[in-house]
């Protein structure tokens, strides 16, 4: 079975431009998480899909949003870059939200730069 | 308001050492999950374990063995007889039951396994 896939896996983009990152769930899932990865933050959860819905969003400004499409397929935009965007973007699928089905896998991460 | 506690920063061991990495954890739910996620130097999170609040029984898979006491709130993490390839950031997480909980995840803790 294939694992959760994220493209690209690298991106240079500059200041005030937007960015659309992707991720595809491992067959079968239908939850998508994204979490943001910094040397000064560490893990921070951006926000969750499933059903093609938000369910759960971190503490990220407007700028930062997302979307699930009917195949599970996940996608998050970034807009108007500032240098503190500069992250490894990680994506995660479960099977599902609900507590006894959850266990994460993720992605490869996108490494996002920003100049 | 969850919260993971990741003490142990970096720790260099020598390989064939045993090695203990602590996690402490703060929440208010009875029902929660813990996790233990490996973050090798290529990036991607490898999903290693997880435990649910109810079930304090340890576990032990091949070198790695989980020692979970709900009493002093930790669930901690021991590699037998460590590797090189064991060299990695680990990261303890935590969430709760009721509906779409985020994950809250630790720090990390990077370990260095010196052959």
């Known amino acids: 079975k294939a694992g959760v896939t994220q493209t690209p896996r690298y991106l240079i983009k500059t200041r005030g431009q937007q960015v659309t990152l992707s991720c595809s769930p491992i067959?079968?899932?239908?939850?998508v998480s994204w979490y943001q990865q910094t040397p000064g933050q560490g893990l921070q959860f951006l926000f969750e899909?499933?059903?093609?819905?938000?369910?759960n969003k971190g503490n990220f400004p407007g700028r930062f949003s997302g979307r699930q499409f009917s195949n599970s397929r996940s996608e998050m935009n970034v807009s108007t870059l500032e240098l503190g965007d500069s992250a490894l973007y990680l994506c995660a699928s479960s099977l599902a939200p609900y507590l006894k089905l959850y266990e994460q896998y993720f992605g490869p991460g996108t490494r996002l730069t920003v100049t | 308001a969850q919260k993971v506690t990741q003490a142990q920063t970096e720790i260099s061991v020598v390989e064939k050492e045993d090695v203990t990495l602590d996690c402490v954890y703060e929440?208010?739910?009875?029902?929660?999950?813990l996790f233990w996620y490996k973050q090798p130097p290529s990036g991607e999170l490898v999903f290693l374990i997880r435990r649910n609040s109810f079930d304090e029984q340890n576990e032990i898979s091949g070198r790695y063995s989980w020692n979970f006491q709900k009493s002093t709130s930790s669930f901690n993490f021991t590699i037998t007889a460590s590797q090189v390839v064991d060299s990695a950031v680990y990261f303890c997480a935590l969430r709760d039951s009721g509906g779409y909980q985020k994950v809250t995840f630790g720090t990390g803790t990077k370990l260095q396994v010196i052959p």
């Open positions: 067959s079968g899932h239908r939850s």
């Open positions: 929440t208010r739910d009875t029902t929660y999950y």
């Open positions: 899909y499933f059903s093609e819905t938000q369910r």
